[in-house]
């Protein structure tokens, strides 16, 4: 008798290969037989009509804090993800001296908007170095899966002080005092190093975060370390200002190292075709031999505008900064007051300097989220509020007031910041469709206050396989293969990803048809009462991580069968020939 049998579902394995009927056996937390089962399990599910695929490994997390205090570490599993790697963008909680507590928190918040307060109530603080991290996540319980990266940040800091923090230039002490530390993580379980050289990233005081301007002699120092462990992904978030410079360390690391580097790549509003170069970049790199992969996105980074947002249009006026500190419900009173309204409405505020313009004043560039009854990621321009406010004669904001007042004043606004220049997805379809990226950035766990991607498991499948009308969609077993069997090799990760014989049973039973994500909801259940903007998705069946059954109809059963990930797991033997 086997532990588990799914009977009757559509099989879509992870791996590319067409959609099947089969059933699925799990004994011991592994699949041991795709096919024709006769034998019963102890338990069985029927997944008539239902499709039956691995779970999703995200590889681009901020759950470095969440995961300290949370078993959940949601709005993830809620979308039947099953494995998240986290510590990306160089910044983490580890290693961390006592007296740097508070600036490592206070750099969290600020590059990855996840409240300080929340971080500073529910992190406990048990080690100081990562070894020591890892050790404290590894005697926590966990819904799914677990995986760590080193962040720059983080060590500079902790190696170089104030020098680190102040991004002045690493010794060649520090450099190898980083690499030690860096070797330490790897060997310790973490499973890659990352940095962020983007002048998006900064700290509360405005520095750019640590490394942001790190030589290549740090660079190829510190990915020496990972060449010395022996595995280990290099990930980076870069401006690329400049990118011959950037990816000749990378390729000098990569070719030396026979280890990958990852970069995270957006169409740029400022320069639309920049990809393409970034792209070809990336296609010579590899053809010289060096692991180059350029991370994408889904869909655009889009900001979430609300009452209770980080940011809104209105959010400089100081009609509405008098009222900004209210609790929600006595500022909603303020907020239907036609005075107040007007009062608001005709301030002129001028836009702030540089992307603040476009959060406040870039009209055209926002779009209510919900349309005709659904969530429209990929509006037309004649769909902006700018455009709209043109065919009717009135003021843009007036129309964004008074979205923002639906529901209670827990109405939307959305806003493509990045991804989205010729207001199509058609550029994504091409990135999705080259070798060289791997479907990506989601930054579950970040963004609390306006933005909400770890939907994108969900979309990819909803939308992309299902409902995209305005151009090509996706086959279903490519979108699965992407963000299953391709994200987790990638890690090192051979041990998921795919339905077969001794591989992980971390598994989704999936009702394509009903599925979905449902509108954001901005709640407040972090630690201290802090915010975060989420999404719910409807359709998930049951999801299955190591053979037990953590979420049925989108409630969880109380199983908690995830663990830390430590270092690269190798494919298991087969257990049987199928």
Partial sequence: MHDLVIRGGTVVDGTGAAARIADVAVD???????????????????ASGLLVTPGWVDIHTHYDGQATWDSYLSPSCWHGVTTVVMGNCGVGFAPARPDQHDWLISLMESVEDIPGSALAEGIKWDWETFPEYLDSLDRKPFVLDVATQAPHGSIRAYVMGERGARNEPATAADIAEMARITREALEAGALGFSTSRTQL?????????????????????????????GHGVFEIASDMTIPEDEFRWMKQFAAASGLPVTFGMLQSPIEPEKWRDLLKLTEEARAEGAQITAQIACRPTGMVLGWQSTVHPFVRKSAYRAIAELPFAQRLEHLKDPAVREAILTENAPPPPGIGALLTHGFNNMFRLERDGRLDYEPRAEDSIGAQATRRGIDAQAIIYDMLMENEGCGFIYLPLLNYSKFNFDHIAEMMNHPATILSLSDGGAHCGVICDASFPTYMLS??????????????????????????????????????????????????????????????DLPADGRRLVQRAEGYRATVVSGVVTFEDGLATGALPGKLVRGPQSAPVLLAAE
């Fill in 463 to 524: 939308y992309w396989v299902r409902d995209r009308e305005r151009g090509e969609r996706l086959p279903l077993e490519k979108v699965v293969a992407m963000q299953t069997r391709d994200t987790a090799r990638l890690y090192g990760m051979y041990d998921r990803g795919v339905l077969a014989s001794g591989m992980k049973a971390d598994i989704n039973i999936i009702d394509f048809e009903r599925l979905q994500i449902l509108a954001p909801e901005m709640i407040f």
């Fill in 201 to 229: 990233h900064r700290a509360k005081d405005g520095e750019p975060v640590p490394g942001t301007f790190a030589g290549a002699d740090e660079m190829v120092g510190i990915g020496q370390a990972l060449g010395a462990a």
């Fill in 28 to 46: 011991g937390g592994l699949i041991s037989k795709v096919g024709a089962i006769e034998a019963r399990g102890r338990r069985e599910i029927d």
